[in-house]
Each structure stands twice: as C-alpha cells, then as structure tokens.
C-alpha cells in the first residue's frame, strides 16, 4: 500500500484512529481463548504500523517535494 494524494491520506488517519480504538477495546476485554486473543492483538499492532509507516513515508515525500526547487 502507498498513500498517493491528500485524500488518502485522510482516509488512512480514519482507518488508523479505527484500528487503535479497535485495539484499545482488545486489549480491556477478558475472557475467550487467551491464545487467539494475543494473536488478534498482534495482527492489529502490526496493522497499526504499518498505516502509521505509511503516513511518515507519504508526509515525508511530500516534504521533499514541497521543499525541492
């Protein structure tokens, strides 16, 4: 996945702010198999990062763009 313009980008903050609240709601609840529930938790941490990677990557290209004569 590569952001391409502005409007991904949005969309992938919105994505990004869904996953963490989604984490967030993972992590408080108990019960279920514990096994399945680390491995979900995992899944989404690695999501997270990656949409978090792609956001610096997109903003620091378009930094350089922008700066660049």
């Known amino acids: 996945m590569s ?3 502005r409007q991904e ?7 990004l702010r869904l ?6 709601e993972k992590q408080k609840r108990q ?3 514990p096994h399945v529930r680390e491995l979900t ?4 941490k690695r999501m ?5 990677e792609e956001i610096v990557r ?6 350089a763009s922008s700066k660049s004569p």
Do not use: C, M, V
């Open 3 to 5: 952001i391409q313009n």
């Open 9 to 15: 980008l949005e969309a992938t903050r919105e994505k």
């Open 19 to 24: 996953l963490e609240e989604h984490y967030e």
């Open 31 to 33: 019960g279920g198999d």
């Open 41 to 44: 938790l995992r899944s989404l």
């Open 48 to 52: 997270i990062n990656e949409l978090k």
């Open 58 to 63: 997109f903003q620091s290209h378009a930094s």
